[in-house]
Structure formats: structure tokens, C-alpha cells
């Protein structure tokens, strides 16, 4: 069964302090992987799609790399704004209908 | 370019009314799919569909029907709406490129009392 776990499920940093988020996964086969940035009350905002491990993709203080089992969402010197949810979501091989696999997200917050 | 039209933002039923969520895309996208967001459960597939006239289950059918008659519209109607019903419903739409994600609407707010 396709699985995807977002770690941490929330992530308190102070402005100018860089981390990053996790996202393992399972999957039989992967199409693609993709990062989306919830706020609160509004639909997730696509950023990202990786494709094979190894890959790298790169927006403003974002960056998104890839491996086998896992993904990683780079925050460099957040800022306030960046706070918001952020979901991962799989695409298998075996899904005729591109249908994406959610994680449950992380919730950063970034304060002054 | 209005995107991905979500109507209406907000709505209360009572257990057993139906009632028929609306979405729609400027975008000509083939690919539409609905969502349903429940707190610490994460965005699950209801229904979706490849084109015109096609439709598919997704993980949590059960409940809701779709239809497709046109690229453009991919309405959700609940048939009888029961309290575990109540959620936050995202429409999104693809061109069917990866590279492009899907893009999603604003959202429905259902509460069934």
C-alpha cells in the first residue's frame, strides 16, 4: 500500500533559522513527487515536482530534493510569511487517473 | 483566468438533504479530481476524472457522486448527508503534466448538523 509520512507534523522556527521538512515514502513505483504550501482557509498552492532520485528544484528560499525513499523541503532563512502548512503528495506508476497520495503536512510557523 | 471556482464557500445541512458542490476551470484541463481535508487525516480522494464523460472512484467514494458532461465543470453531490460528511472539499484540476502539479480551488466548508 502507497504510503507518505510528513515529519515533523509542526516546526517552530525563528526568522533567519534553517531547517528542513521530511517526506518519506512507499510506493510502487513512484510518477512523481510533489510539495504544496497550504495557508489557512485556501487550497494548497503547487511548488514543486520531482521526478527521480537525485533531483534538485529550487524557489526563492525553497529547495526540494529527492531520493529512493524520501524528500526533503529546505526552508534557508525563513521569514514570517513562510509560515503555513506544507504537503507532500506521491503520484504512483500504477495510477491511471494522476490522482496524488497526500501526507497529513507540516505545519511551520516563523516568528520575528 | 479565474482558475478553479469553487461554489458555494460555506454551507450547513441537515443529516439526510442533499446537495451538489460546484467546480469549475478556465483552463481546459482534462484531469479534475475532489478532496476531502479532515483535521489530522490529510487530503483523500473522493472521485476523479480523466475527461469528459469519464469518471472514477478514489479512496472515500462512498456517499458522493460525480458526473462530467463538459471539460470544464466536475460538480460533487452528496446524496444524503450525514455528520460524517462534515469536512473541507478541494476541487483541482491538470493538464495531465506532472510538471504542473494540480491546481486547487478555495474550497467548500460543509458542516451536516
Known amino acids: 500500500e502507497d504510503q507518505v509520512t510528513q515529519s515533523p507534523e509542526a516546526l517552530r522556527l525563528q526568522e533567519g533559522e534553517s531547517s528542513s521538512l521530511n517526506c518519506s515514502y512507499t510506493v510502487s513505483g513512484l510518477r512523481g513527487l510533489f510539495w504544496y504550501r497550504q495557508d489557512p482557509g485556501k487550497g494548497p498552492e503547487f511548488l514543486f515536482t520531482?521526478?527521480?532520485a537525485g533531483e534538485e528544484k529550487e524557489k526563492e528560499r525553497l529547495k526540494a530534493t529527492l531520493t529512493k525513499k524520501e524528500s526533503f523541503l529546505h526552508i534557508t532563512a525563513p521569514k514570517p510569511e513562510d509560515s503555513a502548512t506544507y504537503l507532500c503528495a506521491v503520484q504512483p506508476n500504477s495510477n491511471s487517473g494522476y490522482a496524488l497520495n497526500f501526507g497529513k503536512g507540516t505545519s511551520l510557523l516563523v516568528t520575528p | 483566468n479565474a482558475g478553479v471556482t469553487q461554489t458555494p464557500k460555506f454551507q450547513v445541512l441537515k443529516t439526510g438533504q442533499s446537495m451538489t458542490l460546484q467546480c469549475a476551470q478556465d483552463?481546459?484541463?482534462?484531469?479534475m479530481s475532489w478532496y476531502r481535508q479532515d483535521p489530522g487525516m490529510g487530503l483523500r480522494l473522493i472521485h476523479y476524472s480523466v475527461g469528459a464523460g469519464i469518471t472514477d472512484q478514489g479512496e472515500v467514494p462512498n456517499g458522493y457522486n460525480v458526473s462530467r458532461s463538459t471539460t470544464e465543470d466536475f460538480p460533487l453531490r452528496l446524496l444524503s448527508a450525514a455528520p460524517s460528511q462534515t469536512s473541507v472539499y478541494f476541487c483541482?484540476?491538470?493538464?495531465?503534466?506532472?510538471?504542473?502539479?494540480?491546481?486547487f480551488g478555495s474550497g467548500t466548508r460543509l458542516t451536516v448538523v
Open positions: 483552463m481546459n484541463h482534462e484531469y
Open positions: 520531482l521526478y527521480s
Open positions: 483541482a484540476s491538470s493538464l495531465g503534466s506532472l510538471s504542473g502539479g494540480y491546481t
